[in-house]
């Protein structure tokens, strides 16, 4: 069983910056974060596939990046610029090779293995 552990959240003001990792136990295809707001539904931040291409859901691009090191089987979305609405637990996903490609994987189901989750907190 693939192991995920995403650390790195906390709390930050309005504009500040926080840097999450996300470390798998073994080589992953693709890797994303996903984030969930109280009463809200899991939702697409970004994906990364091993070859470092991305994707971004338009809610954060230009202020988060997404980044991997094959090497430490570590992934890592910095982001900047944050603001409140960005409040939520930030969940790492990861999946093997298949259909779709890592750019096409924006829901859940996607993914077959998840990080414990850790909580990210932007005061205005």
């Known amino acids: 069983q693939v192991q995920l552990a995403d650390t790195g959240g906390g709390s930050v003001q309005a504009g500040g910056s926080l840097r999450l990792s996300c470390t798998t136990s073994?080589?992953?295809?693709?890797m994303g974060w996903f984030r969930q707001a109280p009463g809200k539904g899991r939702e697409w931040v970004t994906s990364?596939?091993?070859?470092?291409?991305?994707v971004y859901a338009n809610s954060v691009k230009g202020r988060f990046t997404i980044s991997r090191d094959n090497a430490k089987n570590t992934a890592y979305l910095q982001m900047n610029s944050l603001k409140a609405e960005d409040t939520a637990t930030y969940y790492c996903a990861a999946g093997g090779l298949g259909n779709p490609v890592c750019a096409a994987r924006n829901q859940p189901s996607h993914y077959n293995y998840w990080g414990q989750g850790t909580q990210v907190t932007v005061s205005s």
């Open positions: 073994e080589y992953m295809y693709c």
């Open positions: 990364i596939n091993s070859g470092g291409s991305t």
